[in-house]
């Protein structure tokens, strides 16, 4: 069974303040992908990353950054001089390529507050 | 614009009634997927479609769901003997090609409320 654990249920910073969010998640499979989204006020999901198990390399894009860590089975997101734009509720999400349900693993979502 | 569609993008509906739930993915995209959110959940996978038939739909809660693609494109997601349980967002996605690395485009959803 897949599980994918977002163990911050709200976090409140103020503008440009850096903000870390946490994901940590349970698979068997050897090969996977891991993903963040983005869901605003709208509703809609907005893709952020994908990641595969075998490319453990951080990754930076613009303000935004990721450490993914096999050996802890992490995959966090990094903001940097947050924003009021970056509130919103971020996802971390899992699926194998080993056979199992073809739908994302969802965890319960982070609720990111950004104050001016 | 060009992303997924969802119509309504709400429905109130009393207990016990049937309601369809639409989508329209990105011209093109082959893969199709329905999830469930339940408020202060992330999305649950109901089932995912590639091209007209449902590849799998192991995350259908009951035999209340059936989710439908006839041609290709356009998918409905049919709920029978709606319970108030089943009042949540639901959430359609397309991809280009489906498989597990494929980024998936969602819509904003149909807020679902059975009264």
């Known amino acids: 069974a897949q599980k994918v654990t977002q163990a911050q249920t709200e976090i409140s910073v103020v503008e440009k303040e850096d903000v870390t969010l946490d994901c940590v998640y349970e698979?068997?499979?050897?090969?996977?992908?891991l993903f963040w989204y983005k869901q605003p006020p709208s509703g809609e999901l907005v893709f952020l990353i994908r990641?595969?198990?075998?490319?453990?390399q951080n990754e930076i894009s613009g303000r935004y950054s990721w450490n993914f860590q096999k050996s802890t089975s992490s995959f966090n997101f990094t903001i940097t001089a947050s924003q009021v734009v970056d509130s919103a509720v971020y996802f971390c999400?899992?699926?194998?390529?080993?056979?199992?349900?073809?739908?994302?693993?969802f965890g319960k979502g982070t609720h990111l507050i950004i104050q001016p | 614009g060009a992303g997924v569609s969802q119509t309504p993008s709400n429905k109130v509906t009393e207990k016990g009634k049937y309601v369809e739930l639409r989508c329209d993915p990105i011209?093109?995209?082959?893969?199709l997927y329905w999830y469930r959110q339940s408020l202060g959940q992330g999305p649950e996978f109901l089932i995912y479609?590639?091209?007209?038939?449902?590849?799998?739909d192991s995350g259908l809660p009951n035999d209340r769901f059936f989710a439908v693609r006839p041609e290709g494109s356009v998918s409905t997601l049919k709920i029978q003997r709606t319970e108030r349980g089943d009042s949540a967002v639901y959430l359609c996605?397309?991809?280009?090609?489906?498989?597990?690395?494929?980024?998936?485009?969602f819509g904003q959803g149909t807020r679902l409320t059975v009264v």
């Open positions: 698979t068997r499979d050897t090969t996977y992908y």
């Open positions: 479609f590639q091209g007209t038939g449902a590849a799998d």
């Open positions: 999400a899992l699926i194998s390529s080993g056979g199992g349900a073809d739908g994302l693993t």
């Open positions: 996605a397309s991809s280009l090609s489906g498989g597990p690395g494929t980024e998936a485009f």
């Open positions: 011209s093109g995209h082959t893969a």
């Open positions: 990641r595969n198990s075998f490319d453990e």
